[in-house]
């Protein structure tokens, strides 16, 4: 089991905060994917989102190299590129209504959306992102827990840190820590106040830089008719750290005694649209998804 989650060079083991939201999502679909190493063809939110994610990264680390980002007419260039070269070589199990429209015009709409999602952070979420270097996007970290006892460190990369976001009542330059996420519905208010992920990140930067950030951000990219930026604010304390290593320890303990639990069914993630063992047949425990 651990062999799956060693990283090269590294003694110990890692957790990354994508292996923790699906052991809580669906204990199955961890099971299958990274105690078994089976795989299932992607959804096709998930090639849009990957996709949006390549060229936020080239147009920020753009940024942080010559202080200005790249052209509109390249971001939307490297959007469709990442899009085609994903749907390519990746084969595609479409949901019930997918199939009704047919690949080709699904794939069509989804290349669409996927290239106005980055123009759409190009435009109102990266000019306002500080970039002093490329190194602060996609910046890798561990948080070493062998002192707690724990099999597992805690991995992953911060999508984007920011230098100097917000001077401290001492004169101090605070950083902010940010995430870019897709979704096709309007986030709730508060879920950058619970978001694990943003808590993970704080604690890493916490790590690297020896003090929290001044704040933790999501930067939303909403799939409605129209697409829309929406962007939420919160940020974390020593507090939030010490709520989530509880949490951890759970998590770890879970996987060290095999306990697997399939998604509740009525979660949106038990569906053919979000789950490609649901799709390919290949789970005993999907029934169908909510209709309504």
């Known amino acids: 089991m651990k062999s799956y989650f060693q990283k090269p060079g590294d003694a110990r083991p890692q957790l990354h905060y994508s292996h923790i939201s699906r052991l809580i999502m669906c204990g199955e679909q961890f099971r299958r994917i990274y105690i078994c190493g089976d795989r299932a063809a992607p959804g096709v939110a998930l090639i849009i989102g990957s996709s949006v994610h390549v060229a936020v990264e080239k147009d920020l680390k753009f940024k942080g190299v010559t202080k200005e980002l790249m052209k509109d007419s390249d971001v939307r260039d490297a959007a469709r590129d990442a ?3 994903e749907w390519e070589s ?7 209504d997918e199939r009704i429209k047919g690949l080709e015009a699904v794939k069509g709409e989804s290349l669409d ?6 123009a759409l952070h190009h435009t109102q979420a990266a000019p306002h992102i500080t970039i002093d270097k490329p190194e602060d996007v996609e910046r890798l970290f561990v948080i070493r827990t062998a002192e707690r006892g724990y ?7 911060i999508d984007v840190t920011e230098r100097d976001a917000a001077p401290s009542s001492s004169g101090v330059s605070l950083s902010a820590i940010r995430d870019t996420k897709t979704k096709k519905q309007s986030p709730p208010q508060n879920i950058a106040d619970v978001s694990e992920q943003l808590t993970i990140y704080a604690m890493a930067h916490t790590v690297l830089e020896g003090r929290p ?5 999501l930067d939303y990219l909403v799939k409605t008719k129209t697409p829309k930026y929406v962007p939420l604010q919160s940020t974390r304390t020593h507090g939030d750290f010490k709520i989530f290593l509880r949490r951890f320890e759970k998590y770890v303990e879970t996987i060290q005694k095999g306990i697997f639990l399939p998604a509740d069914p009525s ?4 569906s053919e649209k979000f789950c490609g063992f649901a799709r390919d047949g290949s789970c005993p425990y999907f029934r169908g998804a909510v209709k309504g």
């Open 83 to 85: 899009f085609i070269s």
């Open 151 to 157: 099999d597992f460190d805690i991995g992953g990369k």
């Open 267 to 270: 979660h949106w993630c038990c």
């Open 213 to 217: 950030p001044a704040s933790v951000n």
């Open 113 to 118: 959306l996927t290239v106005e999602l980055a």
């Open 90 to 96: 990746t084969p595609i199990l479409l949901d019930d």
